[in-house]
């Protein structure tokens, strides 16, 4: 079952499995952080409460966080001071959370208060959300952090690793990379002990690891992890003596490109997910444009199913175009939803329980949105959904969905994740 107790216990629809959960009633809303953080607008970054049903008559967006007592209409409930977590822990950059089964909520966070990799970790907050300290044991914790997964029957939580805070914040630089600013490791801790146990060096194929997911099925002793700059997907994996190792399992190959920063465009792969059953891993590249959806059953051997293209810096219209191997030039096609072309490129993705609908934000970090996709900072982000295709694989955009964060009333904001109310049993671990 998913983990979760005290508050995290009760507020989830409570599926046992993840079939159950695939099986449950169809989503109607979607909480979506919204970001003015990097825009120029002096406004707060707010929740949006997005209404997906396509037979309700409302689509509200309410600035709060709090969803038990009220799914429409969420309330603020506590905050917790950054002031507090830095005195009781030295941790700063909070980013991942996870319930546990303690009840305790663990975040992973990318660095302490100046912006240095080497002062990250795991914050644990009791279910009152008070600071309780760090998770790791002394001297444990990783190079660098950003998301965290783990398989309780296996004992094992993993962890990835984006770069340090004082580099990111600023945009992306090249040069960082070769100055050791950017991760490139996966960190095997013991679970629930929070010790280090091994290092993976991802090597030049896997440099930037951000989302890492285990399959579903608990029992399952293998995982992913999108490694953003190198535009892989890495399998991770238990040998026989009880180590973790690693492989390339996808590789989307850089574009040849003419009128950009450099000669040729990874695709960037900044969010992917795997769907309930553990029969579909999904990913975006948000620099090419595209999502892709690909068959898992054998896990060593992903197959491509299907690919639509919502944006990206290659489509008709832009400046940039890619080159073929023998010299002929082309773009993706410009997609018109309801009147609106896409702006950006897929950054984040949330499947629905039954794995049939697929939403898409644009945002990644205001300062890269700036760089890569400035026309965000005027225009604001928006939100699509993809129909997938379960049985034979194949991905769609619906045109009737297109939720527009660019008319918002304090000025147009930057949309990210996503969540569902009552708990997010994509992003559920089970035991």
């Not at 100046?114 to 008070?130: M, P, T």
């Not at 792969?269 to 891993?281: A, E, Q």
């Not at 068959?295 to 008709?316: H, R, S, T, Y």
Request: charged content about 20%; some cysteine.
């Amino acid at each position: 079952m998913a983990e979760g107790n005290g508050c995290c216990k009760t507020t989830g629809p409570g599926y046992g499995t993840p079939l159950e959960a695939m099986a449950g009633p169809k989503e109607a809303l979607i909480y979506v952080t919204c970001v003015y953080t990097g825009t120029g607008r002096e406004q707060p970054d707010f929740l949006a409460t997005v209404d997906v049903d396509p037979n309700s008559p409302t689509s509200s967006r309410i600035y709060v966080v709090d969803t038990q007592m009220n799914p429409k209409a969420p309330s603020l409930h506590k905050v917790v001071q950054p002031e507090d977590i830095v005195k009781k822990t030295g941790l700063a950059y909070p980013h991942t959370s996870h319930c546990l089964a303690s009840g305790d909520i663990m975040v992973s966070c990318l660095g302490d208060k100046d912006g240095n990799a080497k002062g990250n970790g795991f914050l644990l907050l009791d279910s009152e959300f008070n600071v309780k300290g760090r998770w790791e044991k002394p001297g444990h914790s990783p190079s660098f952090g950003y998301d965290f997964w783990y398989q309780p029957r296996h004992k094992t939580m993993i962890s990835s690793s984006w770069g340090a805070p004082a580099a990111f914040t600023k945009g992306f630089n090249l040069q960082h990379v070769g100055e050791g600013l950017y991760g490139r490791h996966l960190h095997v801790y013991s679970w629930p002990d929070g010790e280090l146990k091994q290092t993976l060096d991802l090597g030049d194929t896997g440099l930037i690891p951000l989302e890492i997911r285990f399959l579903h099925d608990p029992s399952k002793d293998t995982g992913y992890v999108g490694c953003a700059l190198t535009s892989n997907m890495v399998r991770f994996f238990k040998t026989e003596d009880g180590s973790w190792n690693h492989e390339v399992a996808i590789s989307v190959k850089p574009l040849k490109v003419q009128n950009w920063i450099l000669p040729e465009m990874p695709g960037l792969i900044t969010d992917f997910l795997i769907s309930l059953d553990d029969r579909f891993l999904y990913f975006v590249n948000w620099l090419h444009g595209d999502v892709r959806q690909y068959n898992i059953e054998d896990p060593k051997n992903p197959i491509l199913a299907g690919q639509v293209w919502v944006g990206g810096l290659i489509q008709k219209g832009s400046p940039v175009v890619a080159v073929t191997d023998d010299g002929h030039t082309w773009q993706s096609d410009v997609l018109e939803i309801q009147g609106h072309r896409p702006r950006g490129g897929p950054q984040m993705i949330q499947l629905s329980l039954d794995g049939k609908r697929l939403y898409v934000t644009n945002s990644l970090f205001s300062t890269w949105d700036r760089q890569f996709y400035p026309e965000l900072m005027e225009k604001g982000s928006h939100m699509l959904q993809i129909d997938v295709d379960t049985e034979k694989g194949g991905l769609k955009v619906n045109p009737n969905f297109f939720v527009d964060f660019g008319a918002e009333p304090d000025g147009p904001s930057l949309a990210h994740e996503m969540r569902y109310p009552g708990g997010d049993c994509t992003s559920d671990i089970w035991v």
